[in-house]
């Protein structure tokens, strides 16, 4: 049986060290400052928001919540992040994403000040993190190293293969694993690979990032291999509420008509595999940890006279 990788337990060291370092930096008069945007009410949106704000006031550090409307215009959001860009009280911008259809996402991530980018999606982070410079990493590539070295996981000369070639952590996870501190050998698979197994059963660390409830089985992994479940699917409950027989989760206890699920068969791979991540518990929380750190990160930069570490 596999080794299950406690994501929460992690991440609460992790925002821990965040809320160390917040309290060295409010020693010299500055609060870390996190401004959150929200357009519209989509509930998955609305649930991460929440978990973000919590995660920051329990590190003590502030957020600016700041709901806006679906039918928000694009040049109105555009004002309020220039506004938040010029405001010195301000250290990080996190623009929740999706946005409604009609605000061009990228024209929005562009315009937020890359000092103050803590979620590492502005293209002058992307830049960063290709060249290997100092910048802000995107919080679930960076969560997922810090999962591996925490549990120990051999990465020089590993073979990862990562499921998923998204912006925000497909492709950056591509670049840090072939870093050469990491120094893995890196595959990514994505809709045009054909036959995943291939490539998945080759892999030392899997890293399934696809956003596809289950798609990778036990048959698809190598006997030892670590795998990375990035996945978070909300599935259908029939009928909604608690006692429908589905699988026990905090969702159904609180009687919502979802739960979430990985991108892994968790049964199955978890007899097969060396470490795995659980769904919810695994890479989830690590997400929101190294938000709390890029946001630490950003407000010992503003410090005038240099960083303020503890
Ligand atoms: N939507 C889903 N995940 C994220 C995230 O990490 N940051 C932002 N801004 N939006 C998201």
Redesign the pocket.
């Known amino acids: 049986m596999a080794v299950v990788i406690d994501g929460r337990e992690t991440a609460r060291k992790k925002r821990e060290e965040a809320a160390l370092r917040a309290a060295a930096l409010k020693k010299r008069g500055i609060l870390p400052r996190l401004a959150v945007i929200l357009v519209g009410e989509d509930p998955a ?1 609305l649930s ?1 928001v929440a978990g973000k704000e919590k995660a920051l006031a329990g590190a003590g550090m502030e957020s600016r919540d700041i709901r806006l409307p679906a039918d928000t215009p694009e040049e109105e959001l555009l004002s309020l992040i220039a506004g938040l860009n010029a405001d010195p009280s301000v250290h990080g911008i ?5 946005l409604p259809g009609h605000i061009g996402e990228d024209r929005i991530i562009t315009a937020i000040d890359p000092a103050k980018d803590v ?1 590492g ?1 502005h293209p002058v982070s992307a830049g960063n993190l290709v060249l290997g410079r100092p910048g802000f990493l995107p ?2 590539p960076r969560g997922i190293l810090v999962l591996l070295e925490e549990a120990g996981i051999p990465t020089r000369g590993a073979h990862a293969v990562i499921v998923g070639r998204s912006a ?1 952590v497909g492709r950056p996870l591509a670049i840090l694993l072939a870093r050469r501190d990491i120094n893995a050998t890196v595959t990514v698979c994505h809709t045009g690979s054909g036959e995943l197994g291939r490539y998945t059963r080759q892999a030392d660390i899997l890293i399934a990032a696809a956003g596809k409830p289950g798609l990778i089985t036990a048959d698809m992994v190598k006997e030892g291999a670590a795998v990375i479940d990035v996945g978070v699917n909300r599935t259908p409950v029939f009928p909604p509420g608690p006692g429908n027989g589905a699988p026990p989760a905090p969702e159904n206890a609180a009687g919502k008509s979802y739960r979430l699920r990985g991108d892994v068969d968790y049964e199955g791979v978890a007899k097969k595999a060396g470490w795995i991540t659980p769904v919810p518990g695994g890479v989830g929380p690590m ?1 929101i940890a190294m938000l709390l750190l890029n946001l630490i990160q950003a407000a010992e930069a503003a410090v005038p006279g240099g960083a303020a570490k503890a």
Do not use: A, H, K
């Open positions: 949106s991460y996190l623009v929740q994403l999706p979620d999606f919080c679930t925000i997400t």
